[in-house]
């Protein structure tokens, strides 16, 4: 009479396949951490929410996305550019390519052109003008007063409160979201004219 065969009991099973799955997890974290770093490209724009009454309309948005050509005096490499004139932000990959390009509100305070890093992100907090802010991205500090991009929990862009210093530099919902992918701490931000 032949031996029957024997079953494994079903937490060996379990167990077996609890050790499997760890190890291919495993394996995934350390190919993703050997991978790219995110671009804006990469990043979803989301829907944003409608601004509130008596706020700045949102900037025109341009024909595409990286429609405006980087300043040419904003260094070279992977980096956050900043023009002043244009009240407009471009996040530019290591080959020196624009992959996403928009318009901002800036504060009362102006950073000085030059370069910088970001120093220091913040998921949410309200800004000094008391309005609720997210992807808050620190780089810079003039005249006491901290300068950052953000933007607006709700989407909207109020104009700074008469006499009040703010350095919060606010941008469209989805372009924050876009920021906040592409601006690791230590990322380059050159500020131009």
């Given at each position: 009479?032949p031996?029957?065969?024997?079953?494994?009991?079903?937490?060996?099973?379990?167990?077996?396949?609890?050790?499997?799955?760890?190890?291919?997890?495993?394996?995934l974290?350390?190919?993703?951490?050997?991978?790219?770093?995110?671009?804006?490209?990469?990043?979803?724009?989301?829907?944003?929410?409608?601004?509130?009454?008596?706020?700045?309309?949102?900037?025109?948005?341009?024909?595409?996305?990286?429609?405006?050509?980087?300043?040419?005096?904003?260094?070279?490499?992977?980096?956050?550019?900043?023009?002043?004139?244009?009240?407009?932000?471009?996040?530019?990959?290591?080959?020196?390519?624009?992959?996403?390009?928009?318009?901002?509100?800036?504060?009362t305070?102006?950073?000085?052109?030059?370069?910088?890093?970001?120093?220091?992100?913040?998921?949410?907090?309200?800004?000094?003008?008391?309005?609720?802010?997210?992807?808050?991205?620190?780089?810079?500090?003039?005249?006491?007063?901290?300068?950052?991009?953000?933007?607006?929990?709700?989407?909207?862009?109020?104009?700074?409160?008469?006499?009040?210093?703010?350095?919060?530099?606010?941008?469209?919902k989805?372009?924050?979201?876009?920021?906040?992918?592409?601006?690791?701490t230590?990322?380059?931000?050159?500020?131009?004219?």
């Amino acid at each position: 009479m032949p031996v029957a065969a024997r079953r494994l009991p079903s937490w060996a099973w379990v167990t077996g396949l609890t050790a499997g799955a760890i190890v291919v997890i495993g394996a995934l974290t350390v190919k993703a951490e050997q991978g790219p770093h995110p671009t804006a490209a990469s990043v979803e724009p989301s829907a944003s929410a409608s601004a509130s009454a008596g706020t700045k309309p949102a900037p025109a948005p341009s024909a595409s996305p990286t429609a405006q050509s980087v300043p040419e005096a904003s260094g070279t490499g992977r980096r956050v550019v900043y023009s002043l004139e244009q009240q407009r932000v471009w996040l530019v990959d290591a080959d020196d390519q624009a992959r996403r390009t928009f318009t901002v509100w800036p504060g009362t305070v102006d950073p000085a052109p030059g370069s910088y890093t970001v120093s220091v992100r913040k998921g949410a907090t309200t800004g000094s003008d008391g309005v609720e802010i997210e992807h808050i991205i620190y780089f810079s500090v003039r005249s006491g007063v901290n300068i950052a991009f953000s933007n607006a929990v709700d989407g909207s862009s109020p104009p700074p409160a008469a006499g009040t210093q703010t350095g919060g530099i606010r941008m469209a919902k989805a372009d924050g979201a876009a920021l906040w992918a592409f601006g690791a701490t230590g990322t380059i931000v050159r500020v131009v004219e």
